[in-house]
């Protein structure tokens, strides 16, 4: 059957995301998460080009990761922040109890923090960070959730929000299914991967959704940034 990619598969839904899937494929799907995200990710060149020059290695800077799943993606960032001697707390959430479990029990410097809550929850505690990041995450949330997240991270940042997530295509679907189909045994990778491509967004209907303020920028390969910088207050 033909795979049609001129609509979003909204209804469709990863089987990561069911509350009774196998455990264990669950928990090899978090370890295989980080080989995917260098892989496909580019979260090096964002913090290179769009983190990295926010940092000090005098002034401790924070960062608020939304979503964070099994926590590759913020133990990374601190990493590499730490190896340029430069100063960045991070707080990673993620509304899943087994994401939070498997992040937490993973070896992780003082800095970085991982928790299990909502970005409303810090909204509603009045926090307030210098970076939001969040990767593959959009394209999971319903329409509503989507309108949530992106005025919490308004309200939360004091600084850059960068959410970092799949342009979907048919290019990209079939560069997945081939690159993914024997490289990633007893997880969720393969087949919730391509479902994930089916239910992202185009740059265009991106751009379209983003509220005044946001802006979607294409990043190769088959990646949608949605930005958004804080304005000073008076």
């Not at 509350?19 to 669950?26: E, T």
């Not at 940034?225 to 000073?232: A, F, I, Q």
């Amino acid at each position: 059957m033909k795979l049609d990619f001129s609509r979003r598969a909204a209804g469709l839904h990863e089987r990561m995301d069911e509350p009774d899937c196998d455990p264990q494929k669950l928990r090899h799907t978090y370890a295989q998460f980080g080989i995917i995200n260098i892989l496909v990710s580019g979260w090096r060149r964002i913090y290179t080009r769009h983190l990295r020059p926010g940092l000090s290695p005098a002034v401790p800077r924070t960062l608020l990761d939304i979503g964070c799943g099994g926590g590759d993606v913020p133990l990374r960032l601190a990493r590499w922040a730490k190896r340029d001697g430069l100063m960045l707390r991070i707080t990673a959430i993620d509304a899943d109890s087994r994401a939070i479990a498997y992040a937490s029990a993973r070896p992780a410097p003082a800095q970085v923090q991982f928790r299990q809550a909502l970005s409303s929850d810090l909204v509603w505690e009045g926090q307030q960070f210098d970076f939001i990041t969040s990767n593959h995450l959009l394209h999971h949330l319903t329409a509503e959730e989507l309108t949530t997240v992106l005025q919490d991270s308004e309200q939360l940042c004091r600084g850059l929000v960068i959410h970092n997530d799949i342009e979907r295509s048919a290019l990209a679907y079939a560069a997945f299914r081939a690159g993914t189909a024997r490289f990633f045994p007893g997880s969720f990778i393969h087949e919730d991967g391509l479902l994930s491509i089916r239910r992202s967004y185009t740059h265009t209907e991106l751009s379209a959704l983003a509220p005044p303020g946001w802006v979607a920028r294409r990043q190769f390969p088959f990646r949608n940034l949605l930005t958004y910088r804080s304005r000073p207050h008076a």
